[in-house]
């Protein structure tokens, strides 16, 4: 047991999906996965293992942002022998070119967040994917007829710009594809213990044509993503 989860070791599959939302973690498994086994309520954050096509595999809710992210993967990490996450969620696209219901595979995650900063000093620590897990995801959406974006994105500590503005323009003009809030730590956080680590994001809303899923669409793109991302599992 850790200070946020309270189940045993050997409770969690090596392999994991991370949601933010623990609705969201309740929804994945009773949707994709088999022999459901409740093993964390601690706070809120559900964590559950099931199988999917006879294979262990967990899943966790995060909470949003990266501090609280980085509490589930280092502690996961640390104390449950997980060794695959793969982060499961939506973000706002920077990009008009790409549309709403597009999957991102984020290849690398900038960052404002004073985590990393912190942590690296005076160098700007490079946070990637798992190029393993990135070039499953990348076949496996092809195969499957996928809509996909592979670049980079960035990892926002704020969710609302109290300023106005433009706060992205310089990250757009350099190729930057979305804008999410935990990935930039997941990455971090999987170098430092040695374990592979891919962000697979639905973009839900386009910051620049200002396009919305609906919720209908939001579910069934939701299917596709969560699909895409045990089949990168496999």
């Known amino acids: 047991m850790t200070p946020h989860i309270e189940a045993q070791v050997g409770d969690y599959a090596e392999d ?63 104390e449950y022998g997980v060794t695959r996450l793969i982060r499961v969620g939506t973000c706002g696209g920077l990009n008009a070119e790409y549309k709403v219901r597009d999957i991102v595979l984020a290849q690398a995650a900038s960052t404002n967040s004073i985590q990393n900063a912190a942590l690296f000093g005076q160098y700007q620590f490079a946070s990637v994917a798992n190029f393993e897990l990135l070039r499953r995801a990348a076949a ?10 592979v670049g980079g994105i960035v990892t ?9 503005g433009a706060p992205y323009e310089v990250l757009q003009k350099h190729g930057t ?39 209908d669409d939001r579910e069934a793109s939701l299917v596709e993503m969560v699909t895409l991302a045990l089949e990168t599992l496999g």
């Open 16 to 78: 994991i999906l991370l949601p933010g939302d623990p609705m969201r973690a309740e929804w994945i498994a009773e949707t994709f996965l088999d022999n459901v086994k409740v093993v964390n309520r601690v706070r809120g954050a559900t964590g559950l293992t099931g199988t999917y096509k006879g294979r262990h595999v967990s899943v966790q809710a995060t909470g949003m942002g990266m501090p609280s992210a980085a509490i589930y993967i280092n502690e996961l990490l640390m």
């Open 140 to 149: 496996e959406a092809e195969r499957a007829g996928l809509r996909t974006v």
């Open 156 to 164: 926002d500590d704020n969710f609302y710009d109290p300023l106005g």
């Open 177 to 215: 594809v979305a804008v999410e809030m935990e990935t930039a730590a997941l990455y971090t956080i999987a170098a430092r213990y040695g374990a592979k680590a891919l962000t697979i994001a639905t973009i839900s809303d386009c910051l620049i044509t200002h396009e919305q899923l609906s919720a």
